[in-house]
């Protein structure tokens, strides 16, 4: 705040210093040909009253009292030498009585019927004005009237100055008063939000940021800090869960192996059982594998690299086949997979294996979402230049707050988590998968009746 303060008050100062500057030698100007113009309406005068009633050049008495009142009114300086001369050029009035003889050698103004000023350094640096005002009379010039002044005397008015000075001072005053109270208006929400941000970075989500703020900017800048604040928190809560709920995932089997390790290795069972519950810990250690090469698979496809090898498969067979692979995996009893394919054959370059991992990964979830016997009816069909499969099931659906949920890494329904093991990785995965493949995979409707979800892949 100090910093922009200072910055601010500086930029001002030079703002005002700079005016300043300008306006005075502008008041100096006009105040100078102010008093110019004042000596010479006065040497007007003079001359006009050196005349007589008969035409003829005369310096009464009354010319001195005549320039003692005049130029009072005036405020002329006192010490200003006025002097007369006649069409001869001699001296017949002055004032004072001693005239500055080294001025008047400098005096180059023409001698004509014209008013004439001239400008004259004395001294290296008294600069002063002589004004010459021709007397006439009935269209001839009858002498001169010379006024000489000093030019430092005419701008002595001090009282323009002093106006210029206390309205530039006010001015001074005021402008810092405004920034002053505008950076601290302005600075104390940035500081609330830095102060929150650190409180943040302590790990403390719970900040207080004041909501009544008038300023557009500032206001949008608490505003999208506490969205940003909250979505942290949100994402902080699902990383530790999610955490806890892979390595919870991991932990089970090994747990389970373990315990059933020892129980034939203590005879605790033995012959047939023994044998069972080996077999247990094969199909255990199994999955283990599997979660551990799911994990594995997904820290190379975080970083973007997804191999596909496309080449030229009938989709019908191409979806059959992998149907019937994956139908042998499981118990027939509990498990119908029907597929409806299109009349006619259709070619499409693709990734066999890729396609098939996604087309697993969607059964399972289909058959892990059954509750009494799973049902799943896949829909092959093309579209608008792309093939497009359907995978329905007959599960009790996702929950709407869940829906946008799905596609997350790591992310695991409720309903499922307690239920089935995994990793909370299969949709991430094929979702990935089938943009690389050139489509899209999607959630395509669900309820309580059943969900389906519809992959697309381009046709080559
Ligand atoms: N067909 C479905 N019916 C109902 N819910 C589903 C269905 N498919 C997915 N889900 C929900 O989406 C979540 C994420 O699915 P995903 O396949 O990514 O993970 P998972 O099946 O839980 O674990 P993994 O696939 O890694 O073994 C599931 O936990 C489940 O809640
Ligand atoms: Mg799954």
Redesign the pocket.
């Known amino acids: 705040m100090r910093y922009w303060t200072t910055r601010y008050v500086l930029t001002l100062c030079i703002g005002l210093i700079v005016i300043g500057i300008i306006s005075s030698f502008w008041l100096r100007y006009n105040t100078t040909q102010k008093g110019l113009n004042s000596i010479k309406s006065f040497s007007e005068e003079i001359a006009a009253s050196s005349i007589d009633q008969e035409g003829n050049l005369s310096v009464g008495p009354y010319l001195s009292r005549m320039i003692d009142i005049r130029q009072r009114f005036l405020h002329l300086d006192r010490n200003l030498t006025l002097f007369i001369t006649d069409r001869e050029g001699r001296l017949i009035y002055s004032k004072p009585s001693v005239l500055p003889l080294e001025i008047l050698k400098e005096i180059t103004i023409p001698m004509d019927d014209k008013q004439g000023v001239q400008e004259l350094t004395i001294r290296s640096d008294i600069k002063i004005f002589v004004v010459k005002q021709p007397i006439q009379s009935n269209g001839q010039v009858m002498g001169n009237v010379f006024i000489v002044h000093p030019v430092r005397e005419l701008v002595r008015s001090t009282e323009e100055f002093q106006l210029l000075a206390i309205m530039l001072i006010g001015l001074g005053i005021l402008g810092w008063l405004i920034i002053y109270l505008l950076t601290r208006k302005l600075a104390k929400p940035i500081k609330d939000v830095a102060e929150a941000a650190n409180q943040i970075l302590k790990g403390d989500y719970d900040i207080k940021l004041d909501k009544d703020i008038r300023e557009l900017e500032i206001y949008e800048l608490t505003n999208s800090f506490k969205e940003m604040t909250e979505r942290l928190r949100q994402l902080e809560a699902m990383r530790t869960e999610l955490l806890a709920g892979v390595t919870h995932e991991l932990k089970t089997p090994v747990a389970s192996i373990s315990g059933l390790i020892q129980a034939v290795k203590d005879e605790v069972v033995t012959g047939e059982e023994a044998k069972e519950f080996l077999g247990i810990c094969e199909s255990e250690t199994a999955r283990l594998q599997k979660m551990v090469e ?1 994990l594995l698979d997904f820290n190379s496809f975080i970083t973007g690299d997804i191999k596909v090898n496309n080449e030229s498969h009938d989709i019908n067979l191409l979806v059959q086949e992998i149907a019937y692979q994956w139908l042998i995996g499981q118990d027939a009893r509990s498990v119908i997979l029907n597929t409806y394919l299109p009349d006619k054959a259709i070619n499409i370059e693709t990734d066999a294996m890729r396609l098939q991992q996604v087309l697993y ?1 969607l059964f ?3 058959k ?2 059954a509750v009494n016997g799973s049902q799943i009816d896949v829909h092959v069909s093309e579209e608008n230049g792309q093939i497009r499969i359907d995978v329905k ?1 007959n ?1 009790a ?2 929950p709407e707050e ?1 829906r946008q949920l ?1 596609f997350e890494r790591f ?3 409720k ?3 307690d239920r ?1 093991r ?7 995965f094929s979702k990935m998968i089938a943009n690389a493949l050139g489509g899209d995979l999607f959630l395509n409707s669900s309820s309580s009746e059943g ?1 389906v ?1 519809t992959l697309t892949l381009k046709i080559n």
């Open positions: 799911d990964n399972n979830n289909a892990q979402a099931d599960g659906g996702i869940e799905i992310f695991r329904g309903a499922k988590k089935v995994g990793l909370g990785l299969g949709l991430s969900t979800f």
